[in-house]
């Protein structure tokens, strides 16, 4: 399969720096099937991590003060969002035959399975 468009959409935030934020990455493959990601730099995640440090300060008899990250789902950790880093990535997954076990087929709310 091959893929036909790559898009990147990054978090709902003024000023994104492709450097140290995260996006929701969409592929489209020529079979117009969607497919879903989310890439995070190393910046993103410890930044996260500090903010859930300070929320354990916050909460001082509650929480240990300390920093950690725990992650739902998967993310693909990247060096930075630029298209050409995401594109490459893209590429090397498939290559390796991994993607779909980084990515999840995309469903819009509005479609319905068939009867």
Request: no cysteine.
């Amino acid at each position: 399969m091959l893929v036909r468009r790559v898009w990147i959409e990054p978090e709902p935030q003024v000023g994104f720096d492709p450097m140290a934020d995260s996006a929701d990455v969409l592929v489209e493959m020529e079979d117009d099937k969607l497919w879903q990601a989310h890439f995070v730099t190393l910046a993103h995640l410890q930044q996260e991590m500090r903010l859930s440090l300070d929320v354990a300060r916050q909460h001082q008899r509650a929480l240990a003060a300390t920093q950690f990250l725990a992650l739902e789902t998967p993310h693909v950790i990247v060096e930075n969002l630029t298209s050409d880093i995401i594109e490459d990535v893209v590429d090397n997954l498939m290559a390796l035959g991994v993607f779909e076990s980084v990515f999840v087929q995309f469903r819009n709310d509005n479609e319905y399975p068939p009867a």
